[in-house]
């Protein structure tokens, strides 16, 4: 069974700095491409950053370069997004997902992912 579960959300003052976890079971990390995307009311899915296990390759959205981190830990098992210097506008759920590496994918685009966590909230006051 595929899994993907995100940790890690919460209320946080602008500012401040959040690190969300996306511990992966069911499949082979380095076969997929992870994802963690964002999303707010009305608003389509936001990509914010990517990351190929297999060779350590990233991409980040642009609203977010130059103060996310995505990365993975030494098992490969769990995909972690840091993110810096919040604002209001990082308010949003933020989901993990996983898109299978066997077929041509735009890392940040979130149609083209086959698996999602159900996402965690972060909510940035001012």
């Known amino acids: 069974e595929v899994q993907l579960v995100e940790s890690g959300g919460g209320l946080v003052q602008a500012g401040g700095s959040l690190r969300l976890s996306c511990v992966a079971s069911?499949?082979?990390?380095?076969?997929?491409?992870i994802g963690w995307f964002r999303q707010v009311p009305g608003k389509e899915r936001e990509g914010v950053a990517h990351?190929?296990?297999?060779?350590?390759?990233?991409s980040y959205g642009y609203s977010v370069k130059g103060r996310c981190t995505i990365s993975s830990d030494s098992s490969k098992t769990t995909v972690y997004l840091e993110i810096d210097s919040l604002t209001p506008e990082d308010t949003a759920v933020y989901y993990c997902?996983?898109?299978?590496?066997?077929?041509?994918?735009?890392?940040?685009?979130?149609?083209?992912?086959?698996?999602w966590g159900q996402g965690t909230q972060v909510t940035v006051s001012s």
């Open positions: 069911g499949f082979t990390l380095d076969d997929y491409g």
């Open positions: 990351i190929t296990t297999v060779n350590g390759r990233t």
């Open positions: 997902a996983a898109v299978d590496l066997s077929r041509a994918h735009i890392p940040l685009a979130p149609d083209w992912y086959n698996y």
